[in-house]
Structure formats: structure tokens, C-alpha cells
């Protein structure tokens, strides 16, 4: 069976760190998302990783995928009190049919 | 920008009871899912549908559930009898290949109660 564990699962930060969120799974994917959501919202789609080495950066988020290793990171940089919002990682099983499973989430709280 | 779109937005039925949550996909796109979220807890998916047929299943989609593409746009999940534990936010999503991301809806909040 598939597992996906993101760490930490609470993530408490001052407004101008860095931080990291790591998403590890357990078997072999070529596709790993990154989905925001906020508090009784849908998910909004963060990154799609496609390739081991794959690197995407948004403002503040920088995602890379380690395929290998398999693990991803989200890196947060300069945090802002908008970045506040639950975050996970999700592998997409292709083998079996095209299916996300996701890790647990982050929930990120920044504070001012 | 096109979006996934569910209605309702609350649901709330007794234990027993048949529903029917609704979403229409984003219009070219080929791929429809439902995933649900429990409060609290992680996204799991339930179910992949393609061509008008189930590509994928998980062990939480059982006999009482049931999707359908009754026309050109909708999507529907149904629960025959629904129980206590199905209480959960049900997100449609849609992609237009199985090799591209979906884009997931806003969800349907069910309570059963």
C-alpha cells in the first residue's frame, strides 16, 4: 500500500523565515502535486512535479521532486501571514488508473 | 477561467437516506473523480471515471455508492443509504488527460445525521 507522510503536520512560523515542509512516499511515482487549501475551501492546485530533478517556484513557494529518494519539498521563503493555509503533497499512482493519494497535510501558521 | 462546480454546498440527510451530490467538470475535460475529506483528515479518493465507465475504485466506494454521467455535463455521486461516517466534504474534480492534474471543485459538505 501507497503511503505518503508529510512532516511536520504543524507548522508555526514568524513572518520573514524560511521554512521547509517534506513530503516522502513509499513507492515509485514520476508525478507529485502540491495543493493549498484554506479553511473550509476547496483545494487550489500549487505544483505539478513531473521528473525527477523537477524544480517549480511561485512567489514565495519553491517545490522540487527527488524521485529517487522520493521525497518532495515545498520551501517557503520570507513567509507572509497569506501563506497560512493547509498544504499537501499528493502522488499520483499511475498504474493504477490515474488516482492522487495524499499525505496528511501542513497546516502553516504564520504569524505576524 | 473555467472551474468545477458542485451543487449543494451543504447537504444535510438522515442516516438511511439516498443522495445525490452534483458537479458539473470543466467542459473539454475527459477525466472525473470523487474524492472526500472527513473532517480534519486527509483527502482520499473514491473513484476515477472515464469513457462513461468506472476506471478505479477504492475500498471506501462500495456498493452504496454509485456515480453517473447522465448527460453532456453533470456528474453525479450517489449514496444509496447513507450512514453516520459518510458525513464528509465530497470534492468532484475534472481533468482533461489522465497525464495532467485535476482541478478540483469547491466541494459538497455532507452531514448526516
Known amino acids: 500500500e501507497l503511503k505518503v507522510e508529510q512532516n511536520p503536520l504543524f507548522l508555526s512560523m514568524q513572518e520573514g523565515k524560511n521554512y521547509t515542509i517534506y513530503c516522502n512516499y513509499s513507492t515509485t511515482s514520476d508525478r507529485l502535486y502540491w495543493y493549498r487549501q484554506d479553511p473550509g475551501k476547496s483545494l487550489e492546485s500549487l505544483f505539478v512535479l513531473l521528473s525527477n530533478g523537477a524544480v517549480k517556484q511561485e512567489g514565495r513557494l519553491m517545490a522540487s521532486l527527488d524521485t529517487k529518494a522520493r521525497l518532495s519539498t515545498l520551501h517557503i521563503t520570507a513567509a507572509v501571514h497569506d501563506l497560512s493555509a493547509t498544504y499537501f503533497c499528493?502522488?499520483?499512482?499511475?498504474?493504477?488508473?490515474?488516482?492522487?493519494?495524499f499525505g496528511a497535510g501542513t497546516i502553516l501558521r504564520v504569524k505576524s | 477561467e473555467p472551474e468545477v462546480t458542485q451543487t449543494p454546498s451543504h447537504q444535510v440527510t438522515q442516516m438511511g437516506q439516498e443522495v445525490i451530490l452534483r458537479c458539473v467538470p470543466i467542459?473539454?475535460?475527459?477525466?472525473f473523480y470523487w474524492y472526500r475529506q472527513i473532517l480534519g483528515q486527509k483527502v482520499e479518493f473514491l473513484v476515477s471515471?472515464?469513457?462513461?465507465?468506472?476506471?478505479?475504485k477504492s475500498e471506501i466506494f462500495d456498493d452504496q455508492f454509485s456515480v453517473e454521467r447522465p448527460d453532456g455535463s453533470n456528474f453525479t455521486l450517489k449514496i444509496r443509504s447513507t450512514k453516520l461516517e459518510d458525513s464528509a466534504m465530497y470534492f468532484c474534480a475534472s481533468s482533461r488527460d489522465r497525464a495532467l492534474f485535476p482541478y478540483f471543485g469547491p466541494g459538497t459538505r455532507l452531514t448526516v445525521t
Open positions: 471515471f472515464y469513457n462513461n465507465e468506472i476506471s478505479e
Open positions: 499528493a502522488v499520483d499512482i499511475r498504474e493504477y488508473g490515474n488516482k492522487l493519494v
Open positions: 467542459s473539454n475535460h475527459l477525466y
